[in-house]
């Protein structure tokens, strides 16, 4: 049944050759030979070799049916795959794993658009023992492609007429998953399941409905035909995965994938047998996975979630999330960053500001969320072990804010479409950063709250002196309005906001927030109020539509004014740039030779940067482009001094 490759053959005696002897046990059979192409010549199919091996007498039984399960590993059952519509099938070892056989099942381009296998020809041993809450089965399958309809029909032996078929699409490329057919949900077209009717013959079709000539010839691979057991019992607080009664039956959004396997990796923190695997897809940057409770969860004592978490990166967000069930809005989450990669962790999220009287019955879940997942190993986690404990709630932070206390909880809670998350420095693998993504649907005011609505740990000191932060940023765009907001988290009413303009385009820099500068149509800063609680917002006055989805990083959130770098006059340090007034190009002179590159900003009277230079020479010519008349600065930065000239442009 195979082409170049080792295969076992099985002949049985009492089967004879068209034309040839039948057995006779009284005989004597003591000589034996073997016959390659048997009816063809050499000059019709042309010189071949072959190779053979292992000739051995079977003493032992050949169990005519198989029952289920069904996994093609036993060498005494008769699985007698019978193809049909021009599919051809074969037990074969596991591409992916030499130690496991599979049936390869190839939809040649002859295919019908119903070409399929029936495993066991003559039915199976024991007739499928469906009930009204056992209904459904499972099949381990490889596919080439994802979005692949799958059909599984199961029917009595006797009578053809009596069966009932259901289908289920692949969600995965290239790689095996296990689908749940559920025969309760007939396809199309198709009979109803009849409990009164015996079900005791199992055929499988791969991509059914689409012929061979239009797919062209594909390979499937299938194993671990499995009738589903009877689950009785839900899931319920602490979640281990390891109950044989528990149906552990979870739900998928966005290209999430949740389902239960053997621990990849029984060491340290978790030897538990099963875990929870989550492989992160596309489309979505929120894709994940949820699990409804038997009941609702109670945070009368217990408000702290841990769980035990394996992932391929450190720096990884994790939000935990618990929802009511008829009502999504009513809703409260918490994320908490990796530190470990490549083994087991355990990450707390504190729920103590939950409101305990709300009916909170599912929890989901969703990894580095913001990032569209691939499917690869670099988007494939692990979970277990998901318990509510009493203990004191992590601490909250406080200024400074760098992101690398892995003590502390950060808890970054989004809002108007934002969506932040803790991760490695792009620049910098040693350093951890917010990210914050302004998605293609955020309203112009969406932004992030460090420490969501717990706020700061403590307050922050303004005084009549004492009234600047400073926040290191990364934009991808110069001349982005970055806005701050502190307020009272007892009294939103009690806030001060103020902004200020990124001056570079991909690069780190750290702007100075003055609170006695409100932002206009916003309250003035009352030194009188208490202010333990921080948002941040990029763009702000910019919806995601008009923008687009962009991604911004924030760092280092200190209170105090900007220091160690110089404010300086350009003509008095010897920088000369001529002419001035300007219309077209400007020279600029610098007193002695570069030594490093020096970067530029021309900025107008708004604070916009309306355009960029990097100069790396003694003497430059700069080219102004179309800019209108008026009053500029140019902005010129070199280490830790920035000199600057006012400019007029002319037309």
């Known amino acids: ?238 979640v281990d995965f390891e109950s044989p009664t528990i149906d552990y039956t979870f739900g998928n959004f966005g290209g999430g994938l949740l389902e239960l396997i053997d621990n990849p990796d029984p060491s340290g923190i978790n030897t538990s047998a099963k875990v929870a695997r989550m492989i992160k897809n596309g489309p979505e940057t929120f894709a994940g996975s949820f699990m409804d409770l038997e009941e609702p969860i109670d945070f009368s004592e217990n408000t702290i979630f841990k769980m035990n978490v394996w992932g391929p990166a450190v720096g ?49 879940l969703i990894f580095d969320n913001g990032t569209v997942g691939d499917g690869t190993a670099a988007f494939t986690y ?76 403590n307050e922050i000191l303004f005084t009549a002196t004492d009234t600047k932060m400073t926040v290191r940023v990364w934009s991808p765009d110069a001349g982005t309005p970055i806005r701050l907001k502190v307020e009272d988290k007892t009294d939103p009413t009690k806030s001060v906001e103020t902004e200020v303009m990124t001056t570079t385009a991909m690069a780190w820099e750290t702007l100075e927030f003055d609170f006695s500068n409100e932002a206009p149509g916003t309250a003035a800063l009352n030194l009188d109020y208490t202010f333990d609680k921080l948002s941040i917002f990029f763009n702000f006055g910019t919806d995601g539509a008009t923008a687009g989805e962009k991604t911004y990083y924030w ?13 300086l006059d350009a003509a008095a340090n010897g920088i000369k740039i001529s002419p001035n007034p300007a219309s077209t190009e400007i020279n600029v002179t610098f007193p002695a030779a570069l030594n490093e590159l020096v970067e530029m900003q021309l900025i107008d009277l708004t604070g916009k940067t309306v355009q960029y230079f990097e100069v790396a020479d003694q003497q430059a010519r700069l080219e102004l482009g179309n800019q209108h008349a008026g009053m500029y600065l140019l902005r010129i930065q070199s280490n830790d001094k920035v000199y600057i000239q006012k400019l007029m442009i002319t037309k």
């Open 382 to 457: 692990y979970v277990d072990d998901i318990r509510l404990e009493m203990g004191e709630p992590a601490p909250r932070p406080d200024l400074p804010i760098t992101f690398e206390d892995t003590a502390l909880d950060y808890a970054l809670a989004d809002f108007g479409g934002n969506a932040s998350s803790i991760v490695v420095d792009p620049t910098d693998p040693n350093n951890l950063v917010g990210q914050a993504i302004k998605t293609a649907g955020a309203e112009t005011w969406a932004g992030t709250t460090i420490g969501g609505d717990a706020g700061l740990e």
């Open 1 to 238: 049944t195979m082409a170049m490759t080792w295969e076992t053959l099985e002949f049985d005696f009492t089967n004879e050759a068209a034309g040839t002897a039948a057995i006779d046990l009284a005989n004597t059979y003591d000589k034996v030979s073997i016959f390659f192409n048997f009816g063809t010549d050499g000059a019709t199919a042309g010189e071949k070799t072959y190779y053979w091996d292992d000739v051995t007498f079977v003493d032992e039984p050949i169990d005519i049916l198989p029952s289920l399960p069904i996994d093609f590993e036993s060498t005494t059952i008769d699985y007698a795959l019978g193809d049909f519509g021009e599919n051809v099938s074969a037990i074969v070892v596991d591409p992916t794993d030499p130690n496991n056989t599979v049936v390869q099942s190839t939809k040649t381009a002859g295919a019908e658009t119903w070409a399929g296998t029936t495993a066991g020809s003559a039915g199976l041993a024991q007739a499928i023992p469906f009930t009204a809450t056992a209904t459904k089965m499972t099949v381990r399958v490889w596919s080439p492609d994802a979005g692949t309809p799958i059909r599984l029909k199961v029917e009595d032996n006797t009578d053809p007429t009596k069966s009932v078929e259901t289908e289920v699409m692949t969600t995965m490329a290239m790689t095996w998953e296990t689908l749940e057919f559920d025969f309760t949900n007939e396809a199309a077209g198709t009979a109803a399941i009849d409990l009164t009717n015996t079900y005791d013959k199992v055929s499988i079709f791969f991509n059914f409905g689409t012929d061979g000539a239009t797919a062209g010839e594909k390979t499937y691979y299938w194993d671990d035909v499995t009738f589903v057991e009877v689950q009785v019992e839900g899931i319920v607080l602490p």
């Open 316 to 364: 990884t967000t994790v939000l935990l999330k618990v929802e009511n069930l008829a009502d999504p809005g009513i809703v409260f989450e918490q994320s908490a960053t990796m530190t470990t990669s490549m083994a087991w962790e355990e990450l707390s999220f504190d729920f103590s500001a939950i409101d305990a009287a709300q009916a909170y019955q599912k929890i989901v």
């Open 555 to 567: 760092d280092d959130m200190e209170f105090g004014p900007l220091v160690g770098i110089e404010i």
